[in-house]
DNA sequence: CCTACTCTTGCGCCATGACACAAATGAACA
DNA sequence: TGTTCATTTGTGTCATGGCGCAAGAGTAGG
């Protein structure tokens, strides 16, 4: 059993003092990087594409100033999420799918953790647990 | 073989033409939720209690106003992260542990699946996936 | 070196958002 | 009905953040 036998606190008070993965994982300077329309929508791009691609090729996504986007991906490198690699006089993104992927899983594994057995209301949650 | 042959776009711009599961799921409005300090924990705190709260006692995790509470759990609930129930005159919260974790899950399939074969860069995100 | 090219940085403008405090709503109960 | 309790909503203030434009930094080529 991997179910783990820890008496639940009575009050989000005193839940709050268990040290838990999700106090990790929730970052919210990870989700505040994805929480903008442009940012988001350059992410996609650039996922979508599935390569590096440089600065100047992925402002044409988006109609903002290729300066916005500048620093738009710079953030998005800075949370984590991008990668940039330079090669001449040109900057490149790719996302970090590996870390990426793995740290949104590990936090619905976390998430699901912490709901209790029997109150889980949608099933096809339970891939990739332990049951 | 679930595995797609769809020919990869070689612009960005072209990429963000093809439809994509990553375009709905990569949802600003639920990024921009969990972008905050203050709400991730009072998120935290309530994923951890694992039970239905009331707004008073949430209050207590955190050292900001009650009204700042109780509108930082009406956004997460609009962002559909909290479900709202009230009981007489207390309202209570609680995690929607199922459509969150799957919603993560779901995002993290479909990031990997943008990912072309051999650059995965982190091996313990094939769980879930379809090789 | 001077120019062209790619990207970053400085700056000002405006919109959004987090916060505290106070007032209002709404439900239970004497 | 009036009071009390739990929560929401109104309002003003301040900080943060996205944006465009212009200037700067760094690299390649003539």
Tied chains: 1, 2.
Excluded: W
């Amino acid at each position: 059993m991997t179910q783990m036998n820890k008496r639940r606190p009575t009050t989000p008070k005193q839940a709050a003092m268990r040290r838990n993965p999700v106090d990790d994982l929730l970052d919210p300077e990870l989700f505040k990087a994805l929480g903008d329309k442009t940012r988001v929508r350059l992410l996609g791009c650039l996922a979508k594409c599935g390569r590096p691609c440089a600065v100047g090729e992925i402002a044409q996504c988006c109609s903002v100033d290729l300066s916005v986007v500048s620093r738009h991906l710079a953030l998005l490198a800075r949370a984590g999420v991008l990668e940039a690699s330079k090669s001449g006089r040109t900057v490149s993104y790719a996302v970090r799918f590996g870390e990426v992927s793995s740290h949104l899983r590990a936090l619905a594994d976390a998430i699901d953790a912490c709901c209790p057995e029997g109150s889980r209301d949608d099933m096809s949650a339970t891939c990739c647990r332990p049951a």
